[in-house]
């Protein structure tokens, strides 16, 4: 049996799991895999990881330049985070033809391009599980399980920090900034959440599944986000009051002309497989024609479930290292960029709370202004007055083009009767 030897840079949250798996399994991964790994040589800039971890000073660095120059790497593993100098590590290791696993989805979604040709140039080897969903083993099901099918759409709740407040928001009725600070206070969100609550993370998470569900690289431009920051308790009550939920969803299918990508708040209907993941929990449905929908639900982040995965990948590296090299040059190949559909083409279904003056022929105007704009109403619910004087309308439409919905918004927003601009959230698929 050969020893791969592992090098590991970045041993933060995810490192310092990813080190404990790697030497306290080793004889348990190599009786259950084969695989005898090796952890080689680990690095940080804090020297105080290596105390806490208790490593050997002769497989400890501060400069991730002396791991990377070290010729006996078989395979290194990033966990630094971020974008540079980490894109140039990666480059550095896979032109020279040595394996690579990754967590890092920011830099994925930056540059999948680059960061895959320089594998197929390299005749190296990318595994990168951990970048989305955390500890769900839902790449290398992909990737390997569904191999004999087409993927037509992935949807997902990929994003804990969003899910838990979004939970918070639904289940005790706080508003946005309350649930933040909650969710702050108990670890599950940064001091600075933007990444998250902006719908960033979910669009990297996004480029990369996307890419390997459907073989073609995306831009993070080519995706539509929208993150939670605008979700009212309001409206989430008015929506379960029609039988959904409100849910941070990113969604990539295939569509007439292309692919449609977005991350959005979501209405869900309650018997939805997504609605009932609460908390910090991430899902993802995968539509395959040959398999039919399947959905995968574990822990999205945290550092053992996503430990997991890196090793996971590290175990599939070490086996790749063991192929004949004319197949491993099969299997590293250039993929094909991507067309998206603008998002003013799309078509949703959509809720929406119109915040008018109590006028007589309100509602007629309304219905009329959506009306020359194609977009058709499903059901109207008028609410009770808000001791401010506006009275919320609350509507669902019909599936309508984005961009026929949004000037329809425009114009109502114009009218005096309307008080406050007119909030809207797209209703996801059954
Ligand atoms: N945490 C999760 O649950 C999770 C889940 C999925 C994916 N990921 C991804 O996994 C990666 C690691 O996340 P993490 O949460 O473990 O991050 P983390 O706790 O911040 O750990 C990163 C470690 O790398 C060190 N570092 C930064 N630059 C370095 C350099 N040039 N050379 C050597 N060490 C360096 C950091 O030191 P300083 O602290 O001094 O900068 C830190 O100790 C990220 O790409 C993240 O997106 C994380």
Redesign the pocket.
């Known amino acids: 049996m050969s020893t791969a030897r592992v090098g590991l840079?970045?041993?933060?949250?995810?490192?310092?799991?990813v080190a404990r798996l790697l030497r306290e399994r080793r004889e348990e991964i190599r009786a259950r895999t084969g695989m005898d790994l090796d952890l080689a040589c680990a690095?940080?800039?804090?020297r105080e990881?290596a105390r806490e971890l208790r490593l050997p000073a002769r497989i400890f660095t501060?400069?991730?330049d002396e791991l990377l120059g070290r010729s006996d790497l078989d395979i290194v593993i990033?966990?630094?985070?971020?974008l540079e100098?980490?894109r140039r590590?990666l480059l550095k290791v896979l032109s020279q033809g040595r394996s690579v696993v990754?967590?890092?989805?920011?830099?994925l979604a930056e540059s999948y391009r680059e960061i895959t040709a320089a594998a197929a140039s390299g005749g190296a080897s990318l595994f990168f599980e951990?970048?989305v969903a955390?500890g769900i083993p839902l790449l290398k099901s992909i990737r390997e399980g569904l191999a004999a099918n087409r993927v037509n759409g992935v949807e997902g709740i990929v994003n804990g920090t969003c899910n838990s407040i979004l939970t918070q928001m639904t289940e005790k009725g706080m508003d946005f900034k309350a649930a933040l600070a909650e969710a702050q206070a108990q670890g599950f969100a940064e001091a600075n959440p933007a990444l998250d609550v902006d719908g960033h993370?979910s669009a990297h998470k996004l480029v990369v599944l996307s890419a390997l569900a459907f073989g073609r690289a995306f831009r993070l431009a080519d995706v539509h986000v929208e993150g939670i920051r605008g979700v009212s308790r309001d409206d989430i009550r008015y929506a379960g009051e029609m039988g959904f939920v409100v849910k941070l969803v990113a969604a990539g299918r295939r569509v007439d002309g292309g692919f449609d990508l977005r991350v959005h708040p979501t209405l869900l209907k309650k018997h939805h497989p997504l609605a009932s993941v609460g908390g910090v929990y991430n899902a993802v449905l995968v539509e395959a024609d040959a398999a039919g929908r399947l959905m995968f639900y574990g822990r999205?982040?945290?550092?053992m479930?996503?430990a997991s995965?890196?090793v996971a990948d590290v175990i599939d590296a070490a086996r790749w290292l063991e192929l004949p090299a004319a197949s491993r040059a099969r299997a590293t190949r250039r993929i094909e960029a991507g067309r998206t559909l603008p998002m003013a083409e799309t078509r949703s279904r959509f809720f929406c709370r119109f915040n008018v003056a109590d006028h007589f022929g309100v509602l007629g105007r309304i219905a009329t202004e959506l009306g020359r704009h194609r977009v058709s109403i499903q059901v109207v619910l008028q609410k009770e007055q808000r001791p401010d004087g506006v009275v919320p309308v609350v509507m669902l439409t019909h599936p309508a083009r984005e961009a026929d919905f949004r000037k329809a918004l425009s114009r109502i927003d114009r009218f005096s009767f309307a008080l406050e601009p007119t909030a809207f959230i797209r209703v996801g698929a059954d």
């Open positions: 840079i970045g041993l933060g949250t995810v490192g310092t799991g690095c940080d800039v804090r990881r501060t400069d991730a990033e966990l630094m985070g971020g100098p980490a590590y990754t967590a890092n989805k920011h830099l951990a970048s955390g993370d999205g982040a945290g550092q479930p996503t995965a890196v």
